[in-house]
C-alpha cells in the first residue's frame, strides 16, 4: 500500500536541533523527499535522497535513511524563526508511471 | 527559470457551481500533476500527464472532476459541480520524466460555500 506517516507537531527552542520522523511503506521508493510549506505558499523542496544512500547532509539539513525500518528523518540544525512551517515527506512509488505520495506533514513551531 | 504558474489565487464559489484552474508548467517539463490539499493533510494526487496523455487518474472523482493538458503544455483542471468537501487548495506540479524532483506552483485555495 501507499503510505507516508509523520507525527503532526515538533516545538524547538531557537538554536536547538529539530528532528522531523517519518514512516513510509513502498520498499521500492527510489527516492525520498522533504518538502517544505510556509502560511499561504506552495511547497519548496528542501532536500531528497536517494534509496541506496544512508545520509545526506546539506548546510544545515540532515537527512538519514534506514531502508530497513523504512524511516526517515530530517535535522535541521542551528532551528531558526524562520524555519517555522509544515515539512512534508514524501516517498516516488513505482509502478508505471512514478507518483509522489505526500505524508500529512509536521508543523515545526520555533521558539524564542 | 521561471516557475509553475497557476491561476486564479483565490477563488470562492456556492455550492453547485462550476469551477476551472489554470496552470503552465516549466517550460520543457513533460510531467504534470494536479494535487488536491485540504486543510491540515498532505497534497493527494489528482492526475498525473506525461506531455499531453493522461497516466494515472485513479484518485480523480471522475463524475464531477476533469483535466486536459492540450497540446502538451498549459492544463486546466475542472470541477462542476461544488461540493463543500471540494475545499481545498488545488497545486499542480511538473518534471522532468524520471528526474528529481517536482516543482510546485503557488496553488489556487478553492471555497465552496
Known amino acids: 500500500g501507499e503510505d507516508v506517516e509523520q507525527s503532526l507537531f515538533l516545538s524547538v527552542r531557537e538554536g536547538d536541533s529539530s528532528v522531523i520522523n517519518c514512516t513510509y511503506t513502498d520498499s521500492s521508493s527510489t527516492y525520498l523527499y522533504w518538502y517544505k510549506q510556509e502560511p499561504g505558499a506552495g511547497l519548496q523542496l528542501l532536500t531528497y535522497?536517494?534509496?541506496?544512500?544512508d545520509m545526506k547532509q546539506d548546510q544545515r539539513l540532515t537527512v538519514l535513511l534506514n531502508k530497513k525500518d523504512k524511516h526517515l528523518s530530517l535535522r535541521i540544525a542551528d532551528t531558526q524563526t524562520g524555519d517555522s512551517a509544515i515539512y512534508f515527506c514524501?516517498?516516488?512509488?513505482?509502478?508505471?508511471?512514478?507518483?509522489?505520495?505526500f505524508g500529512a506533514g509536521t508543523r515545526l513551531a520555533v521558539h524564542p | 527559470e521561471a516557475g509553475v504558474a497557476q491561476s486564479p489565487r483565490y477563488k470562492i464559489i456556492e455550492k453547485r457551481q462550476s469551477v476551472a484552474f489554470w496552470c503552465n508548467p516549466i517550460s520543457g517539463h513533460a510531467t504534470l500533476y494536479w494535487y488536491q490539499q485540504i486543510l491540515g493533510q498532505g497534497p493527494k494526487l489528482l492526475i498525473q500527464f506525461q506531455n499531453n496523455g493522461v497516466v494515472d487518474d485513479s484518485q480523480l472523482p471522475k463524475d464531477r472532476f476533469s483535466a486536459e493538458r492540450l497540446k502538451g503544455v498549459d492544463s486546466t483542471l475542472k470541477i462542476q459541480p461544488a461540493k463543500l468537501e471540494d475545499s481545498a487548495v488545488y497545486l499542480c506540479?511538473?518534471?522532468?520524466?524520471?528526474?528529481?524532483?517536482?516543482?510546485f506552483g503557488s496553488g489556487t485555495r478553492l471555497t465552496v460555500v
Open positions: 514524501a516517498e516516488i512509488v513505482s509502478g508505471g508511471y512514478n507518483k509522489l505520495i
Open positions: 535522497i536517494f534509496s541506496n544512500m
Open positions: 506540479a511538473s518534471s522532468f520524466p524520471d528526474r528529481v524532483g517536482y516543482t
